[in-house]
């Protein structure tokens, strides 16, 4: 089965800074893979799709990039309201897997 | 509004059973796949199982494989997941989720709110 590796585990940075994370995919995937948010006590929000494709309704702020086998999801300019757990997740075929998760806090 | 509520959730001794369900609203529900994903506490989203528009297709986890089962009844709008000889490392707070048109091998764009499952002697 493929793993996703997310890193860093978690991360703290400082309003309006940018901020990158990275999941790597044991075998390629093309661009199969999504981002999702997950506020502490809340449902997991999907973010991306494709890779690189925002969600409707998603601020400009989040982007992905990548293929085959390395992707990065990368927030502009942090906000107050990003404090989340992030998780990349590939779906080329079963079984569905997640990474990790990064956890994003506010410096 | 789209929407999706789980139920069924409780607690359960090892070795027991729990069917948990799905109520949709608010779409077309036999246009999606479905799947289930789980969150033991304080750990990541770990995906159980998906099943495609129709039910003729479906996935399972290496962890459940052979001790649950993914349906759905798409005349009531519903996905459900059978779960037998449950074992303390499956208590986790369960999501049912949509996935992509047709198929469960897809991104998962709305998620419910999810049912507690406690397995505890």
């Known amino acids: 089965d493929i793993q996703m590796t997310q890193s860093p585990s978690s991360l703290s940075a400082s309003v309006g800074d940018r901020v990158t994370i990275t999941c790597r995919a044991s075998?390629?995937?093309?661009?199969?893979l999504a981002w999702y948010q997950q506020k502490p006590g809340k449902v997991p929000k999907l973010l991306i799709y494709?890779?690189?494709t925002l969600q409707s309704g998603v601020p400009s702020r989040f982007s992905g990039s990548g293929s085959g086998t390395d992707f990065t999801l990368t927030i502009s300019s942090l906000q107050p309201e990003d404090v989340a757990t992030y998780y990349c997740?590939?779906?080329?075929?079963?079984?569905?897997?997640f990474g990790q998760g990064t956890r994003l806090e506010i410096k | 509004e789209v929407q999706l509520v789980e139920s069924g959730g409780g607690v359960v001794r090892p070795g027991g059973s729990l069917r948990l369900s799905c109520a949709a609203s608010?779409?077309?529900?036999?246009?999606?796949?479905m799947s289930w994903v789980r969150q033991a506490p304080g750990k990541g989203l770990e995906w159980v199982s998906g099943i495609n528009w129709n039910g003729g297709s479906t996935g399972y986890a290496d962890s459940v494989k052979g001790r649950f089962t993914i349906s759905r009844d798409n005349a009531k709008n519903s996905l459900y997941l059978q779960m037998n000889s449950l074992r303390a490392e499956d208590t986790a707070l369960y999501h049912c989720?949509?996935?992509?048109?047709?198929?469960?091998?897809?991104?998962?764009?709305?998620w419910g709110k999810g049912t507690t499952v406690t397995v505890s002697s």
């Open positions: 997740q590939k779906y080329n075929s079963a079984p569905i897997t």
């Open positions: 075998q390629g995937i093309s661009n199969y």
């Open positions: 494709a890779a690189s």
């Open positions: 989720a949509r996935v992509g048109l047709g198929d469960y091998e897809n991104y998962m764009d709305v």
């Open positions: 608010g779409f077309t529900f036999d246009d999606y796949g």
